[in-house]
């Protein structure tokens, strides 16, 4: 059962940035939809972006579109998350989800509940 663990995280100023990455802990196979959630103080568990597996296909929140890229090294297993601009609003824990029985369609990836699998998270923490 795949197990996740992200890295990356840290506190940044305003407008600086990060990159969190996200690979299973005991390898495992890359055939998995995978995507990156955030949780800030006192919010529910949001979606930030998503990439199927072959990487063809991303999906973003508008609050992150044209700041952040999701990508993903299925040679290493592992998605990555490219923060720039970071903004206050962008302090969250950041959780990597992933799945391999997800229909990849903006309603559907977006939802928390379509992921079978999750990490402990990572927390970024952007002051101004």
């Known amino acids: 059962q795949a197990q996740l663990v992200e890295s990356g995280g840290g506190p940044v100023q305003a407008g600086d940035s990060l990159r969190l990455s996200c690979a299973p802990s005991?390898?495992?196979?890359?055939?998995?939809?995978m995507a990156w959630f955030r949780q800030g103080p006192g919010k529910e568990r949001e979606f930030v972006s998503a990439i199927s597996w072959s990487g063809g296909s991303t999906y973003y929140a508008d609050s992150v579109k044209g700041r952040f890229t999701i990508s993903r090294d299925n040679a290493k297993n592992t998605v990555y998350l490219q923060m720039n601009d970071l903004k206050p609003e962008d302090t969250a824990v950041y959780y990597c989800a992933a799945d391999n029985d997800i229909i990849f369609t903006q309603a559907l990836v977006e939802r928390v509940d379509e992921y079978q699998y999750w990490g402990q998270g990572t927390q970024v923490t952007v002051s101004s």
């Open positions: 005991g390898g495992g196979p890359s055939m998995y939809a």
